[in-house]
T-cell receptor, first 112, second 113 residues
Framework: AQRVTQPEKLLSVFKGAPVELKCNYS??????LFWYVQYSRQRLQLLLR??SRESIKGFTADLNKGETSFHLKKPFAQEEDSAMYYC??????????????FGTGTLLAVQP | EPEVTQTPSHQVTQMGQEVILRCVPI?????FYWYRQILGQKVEFLVS????????KSEIFDDQFSVERPDGSNFTLKIRSTKLEDSAMYFC???????????FGPGTRLTVT
């Protein structure tokens, strides 16, 4: 079964502290994973995808196939990072669908 | 930067009524999606649409739901006879060919009373 698990509903950190948002997945093939972010009252936006291996706004995520994880990390949290973060898996590799399978999301609250 | 737009932002309807949620995908995109998010739950896939037909639908997308691309710009989701449990945020998304990043609209909050 294709599944994404984000074990933490809420992660509260102080400004300047490191952040790690956990994501584990279940997928039989070679996965393609994304992190989406939703700031207050805004749309879902792509933060990063594992294929591009880029760093956006200081966030990075490494795909660990052995642990089936794609945790999102940032060394120093900023107050503007406060948002809802969703991990997503591209399902049904190939074909015309390529739907996204989302985790339940983690609310990151960065305290001053 | 082009964006996916959705109207209305909030729709209140009575149980049993038909609703149509509208989306305008990014103009050169070819793949279109509807997702929904019930309050407090995860974002769930409803349906994907490509080349003027449904390419996949989820178990949620039963006979009460339909999608249409009536012209070159709009992409609609119709719920024929709404139920209380249809109350949710509905997101439209689109993507272009060869790139799997989906661009999301701001969502329509549907409240069924």
């Amino acid at each position: 079964a294709q599944r994404v698990t984000q074990p933490e509903k809420l992660l509260s950190v102080f400004k300047g502290a490191p952040v790690e948002l956990k994501c584990n997945y279940s997928y039989s093939g070679s996965p393609e994973l994304f992190w989406y972010v939703q700031y207050s009252r805004q749309r879902l936006q792509l933060l990063l995808r594992h294929i591009s291996r880029e760093s956006i706004k200081g966030f990075t995520a490494d795909l660990n196939k052995g642990e089936t994880s794609f945790h999102l990390k940032k060394p120093f949290a900023q107050e503007e990072d406060s948002a809802m973060y969703y991990c997503a898996l591209r399902g049904d590799y190939g074909g015309a669908t390529n739907k996204l399978i989302f985790g339940t999301g983690t609310l990151l609250a960065v305290q001053p | 930067e082009p964006e996916v737009t959705q109207t209305p932002s909030h729709q209140v309807t009575q149980m049993g009524q038909e609703v149509i949620l509208r989306c305008v995908p990014i103009s050169n995109h070819l793949y279109f999606y509807w997702y929904r998010q019930i309050l407090g739950q995860k974002v769930e896939f409803l349906v994907s649409f490509y080349n003027n037909e449904i390419s996949e639908k989820s178990e949620i997308f039963d006979d009460q739901f339909s999608v249409e691309r009536p012209d070159g710009s709009n992409f609609t989701l119709k719920i024929r006879s709404t139920k209380l449990e249809d109350s949710a945020m509905y997101f439209c998304a689109s993507r272009t060919s060869g790139i799997y990043e989906q661009y999301f609209g701001p969502g329509t909050r549907l409240t069924v009373t």
